[in-house]
């Protein structure tokens, strides 16, 4: 099973990240909290203290155009933020 890691780099994400050496990430919705921590040590080389995950559901949305109302969903996603150690970072701009 291949897991799937994306960073989410929000002004929300960016303030907790800044406080409380918090990292925010999009996961694949069938990982579990100790497969996230070792991805996230093995990609970063950073020390992980706690993991917390939560699942975000789909958006409802809705707007006019000329052939009438349409209606659609966003995807729900799996969010883990996690905490990693004191001192250390993680750079997400570093390889592009």
Same mark, same amino acid.
């Given at each position: %099973?291949?897991? !799937? =890691? ?7 994400? #960016? ?6 050496? &918090? +990292? ?11 497969? =996230?921590? %070792?991805?996230?040590?093995?990609? /970063? *080389? ?6 917390? #995950? !939560? ?6 949305? @809705?707007?006019? #155009?000329? @052939? *009438?109302?349409? &209606?659609?969903?966003?995807? !729900? +996603?799996?969010?883990?933020?996690? #905490? =990693?150690?004191? *001192?250390?970072?993680?750079?997400? /701009?570093?390889?592009?």
């Amino acid at each position: %099973m291949e897991i !799937s =890691i994306q960073p989410i780099v929000t002004e929300k994400a #960016t303030a907790l990240t800044e406080k409380l050496n &918090r +990292y925010t990430f999009k996961v694949s919705p069938e990982a579990n909290k100790h497969q =996230i921590k %070792m991805l996230v040590e093995k990609l /970063y *080389g950073v020390n992980v203290l706690a993991v917390n #995950t !939560s699942v975000v559901r789909g958006k409802n949305k @809705s707007r006019w #155009t000329k @052939s *009438g109302l349409l &209606r659609g969903k966003t995807n !729900s +996603y799996k969010k883990a933020i996690v #905490t =990693i150690g004191e *001192g250390q970072t993680i750079d997400f /701009y570093s390889n592009i």
